[in-house]
């Protein structure tokens, strides 16, 4: 079939009937059942040789791209985004404009840490990596002076974006982009670039995103006043955005302190884990089927990363709401999770560990636990043999549970703010999708 066409079908899938929480509970938006028609159709029209062509509705999710045109800049990229100004912009607000046709294109230079160390001085070296800003060290001397855009050509974060201003440098492994023409806002070229620059990095060997292809990125350009309130926009959320993640590092960063400030409490007695919690195997939690879906009930989980691997609808073996909370224990990586909801497990590599109420709360044990380092490079059963001889502070019931309640205001605040980065992405990607 493929020798019969000169077009290459793509079609874009957004929504497959769930939502992107944890969850993923069933939502009414699904692109699925219409893609499959779409391929369904394609293909019947190849078979008959007749002429296959997206109606306005079809065209929401799909685009075909003209085999040539993939094949003009010889990488072949198959990332369907890449040729989507070759459709119809009919609903196009500003005009599409290359960069190349706005921007003069240039590259940085080798510069080592041997060169900073011997030409060190005040104007900043920006580099490939996109943490501290692409920071990676100054000198005594600068190759750029005004507003530029630079990009990272080459490597893992190749694609990725930075507005630049006053004297600075740049490694060979950053690409320079100076405006040509005053109708252009730096910053704004910034924000719209990293929204798509990526989607023409090409991913053969070491990720790239060079020179001749960054020219042909086709970007909107309305007039300077517009890309200028554009620009505001963003950046108020931006700054909300930084000011939210802020306060969750702080506050994670404080988390970690719990066992110090139990610490700083005077005449309280060590305990070991064992004293304080008792283990149960998880052998009759254990879910006989991994056919999870968004339509049942109970959890199944993992006390690692990932948590709730998926819902059952396997009524036998959850584990009873009334012995909650308790703690899962990895017994081979001993990492931890609370839970105080009902459940069922996947494998018996852990413990679950039940306090003994009349001397602990739980959720202290929790937080005293994450303050534990421990060294787990060895790969067997930790709880009973080690972990559960570990000492920790114990203070009266009284001082565990309103140190928790500390901390649960913390937890409310983290989460809120969680929030609030979700809500203003969501605003920014509002933003930009009206251009």
């Known amino acids: 079939l493929a020798k019969k066409t000169k077009e290459i079908l793509f079609l874009k899938i957004q929504n497959d009937g769930y939502g992107l929480g944890a969850q993923r509970r069933e939502i009414d938006k699904n ?19 007749k002429k296959f062509k997206l109606n306005e509705k079809q065209g929401k999710i799909a685009h075909l791209v003209a085999k040539e045109k993939i094949a003009e800049s010889g990488d072949y990229n198959l990332s369907g985004d890449r040729y989507i100004e070759a459709v119809n912009f009919a609903n196009q607000k500003w005009a599409l404009v290359a960069v190349g046709d706005i921007c003069d294109l240039g590259r ?109 990125i086709k970007i909107p350009l309305p007039p300077l006043e517009v890309q200028k309130e554009i620009v505001e926009q963003i950046e108020v959320k931006q700054k909300a955005i930084e000011a939210a993640k802020a306060v969750i590092e702080n506050l994670e960063r404080e988390r970690r302190y719990f066992g110090q400030e139990i610490r ?20 009759k939690y254990i879910v006989k089927s991994v056919n999870y879906s968004d339509e049942y009930k109970t959890p199944v989980l993992t006390a690692g990363q990932t948590f709730i691997l998926g819902y059952t609808n396997e009524n036998d073996g959850i584990f009873s709401a009334e012995k909650l909370p308790v703690i899962i224990f990895d017994d081979f990586t001993t990492a931890t999770k609370f839970v105080d909801f009902a459940f069922k497990v996947k494998s018996s590599a852990m413990k679950i560990l039940h306090t003994k109420r009349e001397k602990a709360d739980t959720k202290f044990l929790f937080y005293a636990m994450q303050d534990i380092k421990f060294n787990h490079d060895t790969h067997k059963r930790y709880w009973i043999s080690e972990y559960s001889k570990i000492k920790i502070p114990l203070p009266s019931l009284e ?36 251009i």
Not at 39 to 44: D, L, Q, S, V
């Open 264 to 283: 700083k409490i005077k005449d309280v007695d060590l305990v070991e884990l064992g004293g304080v919690l008792e283990y149960e195997q998880p052998t």
């Open 399 to 434: 001082i565990q549970k309103h140190l928790v309640a500390g901390m649960g205001e913390q937890e409310k605040i983290i989460e809120a703010n969680k929030k609030l980065v979700g809500i203003m992405e969501q605003k920014i990607t509002g933003v930009l999708s009206e």
């Open 31 to 49: 692109d699925l059942p219409q893609a499959l028609e779409i391929i369904k159709e394609y293909k019947t029209a190849l078979k008959e040789n």
């Open 108 to 216: 940085g230079r080798v510069i080592s840490k041997k060169d900073i160390e011997k030409h060190g001085g005040i104007y900043l070296v920006y580099s490939s990596q996109t943490t501290n800003d692409g920071i990676f060290g100054s000198i005594d001397s600068y190759d750029f002076d005004g507003e530029y855009v630079t990009w990272t050509t080459d490597g893992a974060n190749a694609g990725t974006v930075f507005y630049r201003s006053g004297k600075f440098n740049c490694t060979n492994v950053c690409g320079t982009l100076k405006a040509k023409t005053d109708e252009i806002s730096m910053k704004y070229l910034a924000k719209i670039l990293n929204t798509v620059a990526y989607k023409y990095v090409i991913h053969v060997g070491n990720p790239k995103l060079m020179n001749n292809v960054m020219a042909k």
